[in-house]
T-cell receptor, first 113, second 114 residues
Framework: EADIYQTPRYLVIGTGKKITLECSQT?????MYWYQQDPGMELHLIHY???????EKGDLSSESTVSRIRTEHFPLTLESARPSHTSQYLC????????????FGPGTRLTVL | KNQVEQSPQSLIILEGKNCTLQ??????????LRWYKQDTGRGPVSLTI?????NTKSNGRYTATLDADTKQSSLHITASQLSDSASYIC?????????????FGRGTQLTVWP
């Protein structure tokens, strides 16, 4: 099991609420990622970070934002949740090096009513 | 366009039987190919990694093959167990970017029945 954690595991909230999905890893990895995954579909990269104070948008347009103040912590925030944000959100990390294995957290299943 | 296609989309087999999952990709320049297993409600976990020069690699009851010329890979599962029920995702990495971008297939949903 990889040492990467996500909380909460499940979240059901109403439209318009602000939420933060937490992701932490204890492996000292520089690179961290957020993916969005819908049932039966491929993972889509929405944010990534090369290290502290580095954040970039991924391939899939997302209304979420991220921050990387500490190496081990990469939270994702939705300022105003909408039903279209309902999905599974997966956090991952790896060491520097293009071929490094990405280690995934268990995911957060978000439902916006 | 870099893509990863997997087949079949879903598969049901009886416990103890073997099965083979397929992956075709168009990712270039190619760095490596991984097969991940994703249990329901969990994050993906890497099973095998294949680089350009490797044809076959085994990890217990899992055997992956790679044909870099035809850009095809397969994952063979031997003597299936109930715990093999999961989604198997083919992931291809390119070496054309600093990020080491990953391209994901949609996965094959395998169900093993007793």
């Amino acid at each position: 099991e990889a040492d990467i954690y996500q909380t909460p595991r499940y979240l059901v909230i109403g439209t318009g609420k602000k939420i933060t999905l937490e992701c932490s890893q204890t492996m000292g990895h520089d690179k961290m990622y957020w993916y969005q995954q819908d049932p039966g579909m491929e993972l889509h990269l929405i944010h990534y970070s090369y290290g502290v104070n580095s954040t970039e948008k991924g391939d899939l347009s997302s209304e979420s934002t991220v921050s990387r103040i500490r190496t081990e912590h990469f939270p994702l925030t939705l300022e105003s949740a909408r039903p279209s944000h309902t999905s599974q959100y997966l956090c991952a990390s790896n060491r520097n090096g293009a071929s490094g294995e990405q280690f995934f957290g268990p995911g957060t299943r978000l439902t916006v009513l | 366009k870099n893509q990863v296609e997997q087949s079949p989309q879903s598969l049901i087999i009886l416990e103890g039987k073997n099965c083979t999952l397929q992956c075709n990709y168009t990712v270039s320049p190619f760095s490596n190919l991984r097969w991940y297993k994703q249990d329901t409600g969990r994050g993906p976990v890497s099973l095998t990694i294949m680089t350009f020069s490797e044809n076959t690699k085994s990890n217990g009851r899992y055997t992956a093959t790679l044909d870099a010329d035809t850009k095809q890979s397969s994952l063979h599962i031997t003597a299936s167990q109930l715990s093999d029920s999961a989604s198997y995702i083919c992931v291809v990495s390119d070496r054309g970017s600093t990020l080491g971008r990953l391209y994901f297939g949609r996965g094959t949903q395998l169900t093993v029945w007793p």
